[in-house]
């Protein structure tokens, strides 16, 4: 028979402690342990369950199937479409457009002949309603529901043929009847989770489920809810800006990393089919602390434009303020230009942004950053239409990066002439190349160019 016990669980992490403490001893959260009632099952009762089956790895398999959503940039994260069964989790910032997304993608995917239900637990069907008809989805068969016991949802889903997409909005907000805990505690979350994803798995239905994130920008609720689901997407982007980023942190049936672009209009989320060009297309030319970087965004070459601004300080300790970037990668080009280049940054305030809203992750974009320094400090332009990338090491050296071949082409395609990069083995592809191997060798080529220039053409254009 089943029995109860009680136990006291972290709503920040997950982590169960032995009795009630003010102050989480995995993540040191204030306030956040609860008490929790959990039911086991006896030992013959887990004795009863059914038994795995052993096959061999050797054998043919289909890749699975996977159907459009006509959404470009949404196929595009997923690794080209949504496949039959699967669990995606979704998250990002309130109001940055998740539901919009998702009510588009189930609507487009209805009038497309596949059925498809979106359950919402923090809005009316009437809130949904209004939203669908600024959007101009009001035609739509989509179907609609307002709930939040996962045992209601499951109880129409299970008395007729099952929908090909399914969408929670948002997780957070389903709770189960069986369990004492309030909705939104860990063992709701993760017991309601597990109760969609069986059924998905069941019956073939694709399930999207909406969470939403903490204020360190995470998913909320346990992070054993990532490890459940087949793919998580995280919305990325400012309020103040249009444009938003869907990247794929996890992808069991595609690349993971990968990153579709959006713009919020009026009439919804619209995918953008060129980024680079978004990007780079407002720049301003033949600025001192500009400079391009030609990046990769899973299996999409980016080129994105990296801004610095160095000016002296005031203050005891000067501002190292940066957007975009890891701040800690920052400290270290800075920390290599002082020791190996000789380049004083102390006593200067140092701004790095990276322009358009998107979060550059990988460190090919050190020689970037150090260019656009470099750059600013000694108030130079770098050489017209030209792209940076490198891996920067901390004896100086400049280190090649993977994909060298596809930025070159992204930026031909772009009409850049020139690229600065590490030694590499890759076809010009129509551009010119500067190879450097230390990063001296990127100082004294951007002083090379300046010396060569009038005074008069490193105005801004």
Request: charged content about 25%; glycine content about 10%; aromatic content about 4%.
């Amino acid at each position: 028979m089943a029995r109860e016990r009680r136990t006291y669980v972290c709503q920040s992490c997950g982590a169960t402690q032995p009795r009630w403490t003010g102050r989480c001893d995995a993540c040191g959260a204030w306030n956040s342990v609860t008490e929790e009632v959990v039911t086991t099952r006896s030992g013959a009762a887990r004795r009863a369950a059914g038994r795995i089956e052993l096959v061999p790895l050797a054998g043919e398999v289909a890749p699975p199937p996977r159907t459009a959503t006509g959404i470009e940039e949404f196929d595009r994260v997923l690794g080209g479409g949504i496949v039959r069964g699967s669990a995606v989790l979704i998250g990002g910032d309130p109001g940055i457009g998740k539901s919009t997304l998702m009510l588009q993608v189930a609507a487009t995917l209805a009038g497309a002949g596949r059925d498809g239900i979106y359950v919402s637990g923090e809005e009316s069907i009437e809130q949904v309603q209004l939203r669908a008809r600024r959007l101009g989805l009001a035609g739509s068969p989509l179907r609609l529901a307002s709930a939040t016991v996962v045992e209601e949802v499951l109880a129409v889903l299970e008395g007729r043929e099952a929908p090909a997409l399914l969408v929670i909005d948002s997780i957070q907000t389903m709770a189960s009847t069986e369990l004492e805990a309030a909705p939104g505690t860990v063992s709701q979350i993760r017991f309601a989770a597990d109760r969609l994803i069986r059924f998905a798995k069941r019956s073939g239905t694709a399930l999207f489920l909406i969470g939403h994130v903490t204020k360190d920008g995470q998913i909320a609720g346990p992070r054993v809810l990532e490890h459940m689901v087949d793919t998580v997407l995280y919305f990325e982007g400012e309020r103040g800006h249009q444009y938003r980023l869907l990247r794929a942190i996890k992808n069991r049936f595609g690349p993971a990393n990968e990153l579709g672009v959006f713009e919020m209009r009026e009439a919804g989320l619209l995918p953008v089919a060129n980024p680079s060009e978004l990007f780079v297309g407002d720049r301003s030319k033949r600025v001192p602390g500009s400079c391009v970087f030609a990046g990769m965004e899973g299996s999409r070459p980016v080129l994105v434009e990296i801004q610095a601004l160095v000016a002296p300080s005031v203050l005891a300790t000067p501002r190292r303020a940066v957007v975009g970037w890891d701040g800690n990668r920052l400290a270290m080009v800075l920390a290599v230009l002082e020791t190996r280049c000789g380049l004083v940054t102390a006593g200067r305030d140092i701004y790095l942004n990276v322009a358009g809203g998107l979060r550059v992750q990988e460190p090919a974009a050190d020689l970037a950053v150090a260019a656009a320094l470099v750059s600013s400090i000694e108030n130079r332009p770098l050489p017209p239409e030209s792209v940076v990338f490198g891996e920067i090491g901390l004896a100086g050296e400049v280190r090649a990066v993977g994909q060298a071949e596809a930025r070159l082409r992204e930026a031909r395609k772009l009409g850049f002439g020139l690229a600065i990069l590490p030694p590499t083995k890759a076809p010009p592809a129509g551009i010119a190349l500067r190879e450097v191997r230390r990063l001296n060798e990127l100082i004294a080529l951007l002083a090379a160019d300046g010396r060569s220039r009038p005074a008069a053409r490193a105005a801004v254009e």
